[in-house]
């Protein structure tokens, strides 16, 4: 049977080391073909209340890098079939520096990069980095881009570029209208496949966008699905799993 392709964020750690492993696992179970693992972030730019929320109480627990990379590790070994990207903000990866943190993110299993406050044409040399360990760098369209920057993203000869949407934050609800398939086509225009999401948390939202993305991304919606079933494991990981079969089921 025909699906739609997701691609699932998660925070790593959030709530517990042990509920993320099982939100991750109910993920895989309910369709998702990519898991965007994010390493908590103390200030991040795009992220809404839930993810930021999430970021916050992880941290809380003196989550480090090496946690998350460990947890990114885990599920590799575990789902070595599901592709994983890393998903934080420049800091995190510019401190330790960026060729360092590469070759530990590519080994322990990550496939590529959405660091999304590095712009594409000054990213401190993530794109090569990537490259030399085997991982490709995604970067970050967004609608508040000018059409001449956009078509400068859009032939740069990027495999993948993700497409937020909409400006703003995420987790809050996304219209798909004509003027998002127009932004879409203009993204995909130099033959990147295209990632859209930002805001996505149902199947009618995913089912306008099946025809013009790669894979639709969806994050806040499972986030809150977490948060909010936290104290039983059972019953989150079948919500998680029900959600993402409800966004990955194509309607003929």
Known sequence: MEKIQLMSHLVAGFPTDELSLAAARALVAGGADILEIQLPFSDPSADGPAIQDACTTVLERKYRTADGLAFIEKLHKEFPETTIYLMSYGSLIYTPGIENFCKKAAAAGVKGMIIPDLPFDHDEGLTAACKANGMVNIPVAAPSMSDERLAKLANAGFPYIYAALRAG????????????????????????????????????????????????????????????????????????????????????
Not at 195 to 210: D, H, K, R, V
């Open 169 to 252: 934050i995420t987790g809050t609800n996304t219209t798909i209208d004509q003027s998002t398939l127009d932004f879409l086509k203009k993204v995909g225009a130099g033959g990147s496949k295209v990632y859209g999401g930002f805001g996505i948390s149902n199947g009618e939202q995913s089912n306008a966008l099946a025809s013009y993305v790669e894979a639709v991304v969806a994050g806040s919606v499972f986030v809150r699905i977490i948060s909010e079933n936290k104290a039983d494991a059972a019953t989150l990981a079948a919500k998680v799993t029900e959600k993402a079969r409800e966004i990955t089921t194509l309607r003929q």
